[in-house]
């Protein structure tokens, strides 16, 4: 298992005859301007002698991994070893995944926080690409290649004549409906004054 690991040394296990036991003493140096940083899996306890003090967390207490949010990470489950080390939990091995919505096969190792998408979909498969809800938007559907294809409609009337206005009409390129263009010259319409 990947565990973490801190760009400091802690030393070796000190006693104390003040309740404290054991102290953890990591060789940083700290003063009151100098604040001690935080170490998965200990409980910092003073500032003594210039050096950072801690106490190390009994084994099983949950902390936060190295690897987080990925798909086959088990965060939850993240827990201190007897060493005072935070170790990742990761989903089982053959775990389906979500690799994305035009990957199939997805399965986690067993070993890491990464979905491993192993096989494209087929294109045409749905997805949900990042055109949604225009007056034009198909629609969408997987290129075969991984990635999820904007489709738009072509020739569908999305908005309807006026008096003087032609109706508009879909063109396969983008979910807004186009523009209405005007009439020709002497198409007749219905003007203020009638009667």
Known sequence: MKRCV???VVLAFATSTTGVSPLHAMAATCSPS?????LPCHTFIACIDCKCHYKQLPAGDLCTGCSNGGGCDDDAKDSCDEHGRCIDKFKAKDTQCFGGACYEDAKCDGVSGVCHSVKPARAGKPCTGKSNSGDCDAPDTCDGNGKCKDNFLSGTVCAAA??????ARCDGKSSKCPDRTPARAGTACTGKSNG
């Not at 100098?34 to 935080?38: D, I, Q, S, T």
């Not at 006026?162 to 109706?167: A, F, K, P, Y």
């Open 6 to 8: 801190v760009g400091v």
């Open 34 to 38: 100098v604040k001690c940083p935080n």
């Open 162 to 167: 006026g008096s003087c206005h032609n109706l």
